[in-house]
């Protein structure tokens, strides 16, 4: 699915104000979880039940919150009221006592006198240091606090979007809007993800609400789709944490339906697409120590699948990542990855293309200027493109180099 | 299977000299392939015919070489005289005409009037710069040198294990001798591989040579049971080369007979798993940049193979790889890599420990003595174990560190 430019109006977040969905209220507190005067208490709450979907780690050792979230989905995923969020702290390797406490904290905004909040049916999502268990007073405090800040805003939005940051160095979010049958529908997404200190552990966490009315199924549908064209597209060590969480809430307050099999599911899909594939660019170019954003696009596939394998196999690689760091047009290190990635082709029908260079068809490399490949490759982002000469499916992944400073960061010896 | 210490005699290889294998001879030139005045043209020659087994780079980018051995070994594998081998230039990506290159360099031994060489059926490997042909005047020449000093001596066999070498910064050879029926059947074995400098790749070359007698069937499961072992379970970065081969010759010199089935066939698997291993941990040891050896140890498994998926997992974490490097005990990190690596386990029957030191157990971290544990990651030889609590198979495998070092020499602009 290409995105129709007639029908999505991608937005410019840092050009504010912007216009966040009607009904979704947002709002941030300093709770002190880890460090004093930051925010890390994150609260989205919507004024009428949303329906939700939502994807998770697939990691074995998931934290508690995840834990939680799963039977949140499962048991309420169409009366979901909000999600609450801290950094500092990820309850995960908390047994027990961690899944108890995430419960608490998802009856937190009711509890604490949440005007807007008349259900339990909060998401719940931490990220943070790991083996700790949450400072549940904290979190009540910081709760409380932002039950009172609440507000239908782009700052609150913005708030939001800075409590859920670890060591992130750029807050990152996308908004987008589409017409349906002359209603406008809007969406906003934030993420956070790639930066950590030790002894903490990189956690994906991604939130869209969106006033568009969508069934649970329908949403689940898009959402999904959307997902695995964007945050399942992007890699920056190939860790995959146990707290990586993506939500989206719908509650429909914009009255527009997104029916199942119409036009407005075609381009929700697409809008949604677009939306997170803006984040995943802005989580692979902040990924740790990384000085360039990298983005493959894989064509002539036999099929998506096939096309993403590739692609994140080339995005695996630390040869590749470092010959990229180094201004290097290493040819050899693309194909060779590509070689590993498990999807058949035929090497001599593979073509190879950095930024307008061409390096390498017909089964062997192909002479270029070295003068126009440091022009390249001194540019911030770097576009490689192979096609396989395998079919006609094709799939985007992005990355980042890999630099002395990821080493630095994760090698640093705990103080 | 466990070695048996009564038959398996490991040899130290640097308590020189030790036995080689009867009847074959080594000896290595300089050729002068990419560098002056340093051994790049390796050379072995049997005696009498052998038998071979070979296991090749699953990399569909595979080398000219590559390709080459592979039909050499299904035509010719039970009469094999021997194997020719140059550092320097990798023969890779060189198309129809790099092939053609090979086949001309396995007839050199006998055209350049090699005395032994009384046939063509060589195995030729490349390792070194990639797109680029070989020199093949040099290589003439080169052969044709070593032809002259071919002897069957362990300085000989020294000189083959130095002439493979590329970056590597130490030479990898290892020995065993085991007793068959009273007879003695010798193995040496010598490899290369983890050290690059752009545009070079990894190349993992491997050689075994034995004086046992065995039909090839039985080498080539003796082999991959092995292989599987030992070079299959070490990892320095994830990427798999376009060169990556490993043989095993044995020429029945001793006339000792390794019959299939029998306790022979058990030892001798042993022995050959024994030298093959202490050759990864020596490949491990010398990975790009490292500066410690990692040994990771998966038990209460379901079967080998998952064993080896959790071994590997952790091992291509970048994250737990360079908390090794900060000598950081991040318990974290190991469990998270061993979570997502596709193999089921309870999480909370796990138990970790690095060295003698107990990191995680039922579910949750067990405190520790940063002190113990800062002595532990100062050792120059790390060892992990996770028991996973889901059955009684065990995997052993090897890594190194990363470094900044690694990033420097993968990332240096080429010059």
Known sequence: MRISEQTIHMKNINSKPFDTPLGFFWAAAEAGIKLANRLDLGLLNSETPCNAAAVFTQNLFCAAPVTFCREMLSAHGNNIRGVVVNSGCANAATGPDGLENARLMARMPQSTGCAMADSENFFVCSTGTIGVQLPMDRIRAGIAEASKKLAQTTEGFLDFATAIMTTDTVRKTAAASL????TTVRLVACAKGSGMIHPDMATLLAYVATDAKAAPEVLDRAFRYAVDRSL???TVDGDTSTNDTAIILANGASGAEIAAGSEAERDFTAALTSVLQDLARQLARDGEGATKLVEILVTGAPDFLS??????SIAGSNLVKTAIYGRDANWGRIVCS???AGVPFDVDRVRLTMGEILLFEAGG????SEEDALK????EKIVIHIDLGAGNEEATVWTCDLTEKYIEINGSYRT
Chains 1, 2 share one sequence.
Request: overall charge neutral; proline content about 8%.
């Open 376 to 379: 390249v490759l001194s540019e």
């Open 179 to 182: 017409e349906v049958e002359g």
């Open 307 to 312: 096309a993403r394998k590739v692609g994140r």
């Open 365 to 368: 490399p192909v002479p270029f």
């Open 338 to 340: 590509a070689g590993y």
């Open 232 to 234: 399942n597209c992007m």
